[in-house]
């Protein structure tokens, strides 16, 4: 689904590969409450930030817990609605609300029917 996909930039119509790299805590590498979502558009970094506060309220909500899967796939679809509408300004760090996450992950389980029908995460060996 979303941790490897090919989309068309809105202003050039060049064709961005992304591929999803990694799920990184922020707490220890940016002192942030966040999951930063790493992935590869064409050789460049961009990293999508989810607030932990999605965690605590996924789970309050509905008892369950976002996983690592999940997490990347809500990102995934994310930038590939950011490059669609136009967003992609070249930065390499974008923050989603919490709301942005449950709209997000509402698509990709819609999508998905379930999570257990998410894709694994590729194993990377670089």
């Known amino acids: 689904m979303y941790e ?3 989309v068309a930039d809105r202003w050039t119509a060049e ?7 990694a799920n990184v805590v922020a707490i220890a590498t940016r ?14 970094t961009v990293w999508i930030a989810l607030p932990c506060m ?3 309220e996924q789970k309050r909500r509905t008892g369950n817990v976002i996983t690592d899967r999940l997490a990347a796939q809500i990102a995934g ?3 590939k609605q950011s490059i ?6 070249g930065r390499e760090m974008y923050t989603m609300t919490l709301d942005e996450v449950f709209q997000h992950m509402d698509a990709v ?8 029908n998410l894709p694994s995460l590729p194993v990377i060996a670089d």
Not at 15 to 21: A, S, Y
Not at 35 to 44: I, Q, Y
Not at 84 to 89: A, K, S
């Open 84 to 89: 669609e509408n136009g967003y992609d300004n």
């Open 109 to 116: 389980i819609g999508e998905a029917g379930r999570t257990d």
């Open 4 to 6: 490897n996909f090919t």
């Open 54 to 56: 999605a965690w605590v």
């Open 15 to 21: 064709p961005l590969v992304c591929k999803w790299t």
């Open 31 to 44: 002192h942030a409450d966040a999951v930063d979502v790493r992935f590869s558009v064409n050789g460049r």
């Open 77 to 79: 679809h994310y930038l």
